[in-house]
C-alpha cells in the first residue's frame, strides 16, 4: 500500500521502518528533516517537506506526535495532512492524546470524507523496535477493519474498543495500571535495599508468583542499578496521567492512588528528572530509610 508517516520520535521511527519492510511504500515527514533522510536512508521510503506533501496520495496516514497541540499542527493545521488525503483514505492516530481530541480529530476527517482511528500504543521503544506494540483502537470499525492488518507490521495486539475516543480512553486505563505498579515497585526495591537483601536474588524468587508483572520483569533490577535510561520520559506519564484525572473528574471515577502518583512524578520531575524513565520514581525514596 502508499502510506504515511507523522512523526519519527523514538516510537515512530520504528514503527515506519517495520511497514517499509512489510512491502509497503511510505512516505514520512518529520519536523527535523535530518531525522526523516537518516531514516529514508534506513529503510529505503521517502520524505516530503511538509504532512500535506506527505499525505497526498497515500491510502493510510499514520501519525505519532508529542500531544494534542503537535497532532493539531500536523493533522489539522496549515499544510496538514487531512485536508490532503483522497476521499476514503484513513487516518490513524497513535499519539496520545486526549479522548476530546480523538473525537475532534473524528469529526474533522469525517467532514472530509477521510476515516479515522484513534489507536495509541503500548509496549515503549523496546516494543517499538521490535514490532511488538499493543495497539488500543476507537474509530468506526470499517476504518479499524482496514487499518488493523497494516498495523499489524509493528502491533502483534490490535483492539478496536469502541468509537472514536475510545482508545484513548484504553490508553488511561493503561498507565493507570503502570503508574500504580511502577510506584509499588519502587516501595519494593527500596524495601528490599533497607532491608539488606539481594534486590537481583529477591525478584528472581518472587517473580513467578502472584506479585510477577511486566515491570518488575524489566524494571525491578535497572530500578535498583538507578538506570532510568528507557526510552519513555516522566514528563510523558505526567501528561498521561494529567489526561486519565481530567476524565476521571468527568465521568465520576475515583482515583486517588493515580493522584498521588502524579505527584510524585511532579516531584521527580522537578528535581531534573523530566527525561528520565518512568521507573525513575524510585529516586524519591532514596532519601528515606536505611538503604
Known sequence: MKLAFLGLGVMGYPMAGHLTTAGHSVTVYNRTREKAERWCNEFGGTHAETPAAAAAGAE????????DQDIDAVALGVDG???AMSPDSIFVDHTTTSADQARKMATAAQQAGVGFVDAPVSGGQSGAEAGRLTAMCGGEA???DRAAPVMAAYATNCRRLGEAGAGQLTKMVNQICIGGLLQALS???HFSECAGLDPEQVFATIGGGAAQSWQMDNRALTMAERA????F??????KDLGFAIEAAERNGAALPVTEL??????EVAAAGGQRWDTSSLI?????????
Not at 493510510?60 to 500531544?67: E, L, Q, R, S
Not at 520520559?233 to 505526567?238: D, F, P, S, T
Not at 502518583?261 to 511532579?266: E, F, G, M
Not at 529516586?283 to 538503604?291: A, I, N, P, V, Y
Open 233 to 238: 520520559a516522566v514528563e510523558w506519564m505526567q
Open 60 to 67: 493510510i496516514v499514520f501519525a505519532c506526535v508529542g500531544n
Open 261 to 266: 502518583v502524579a505527584s510524585y512524578y511532579d
Open 283 to 291: 529516586t524519591r525514596l532514596d532519601s528515606k530509610g536505611d538503604g
Open 228 to 231: 532510568f535510561d528507557f526510552g
Open 187 to 189: 516501595e519494593a526495591v
Open 142 to 144: 470499517a476504518a479499524f
Open 81 to 83: 495532512a487531512i485536508a
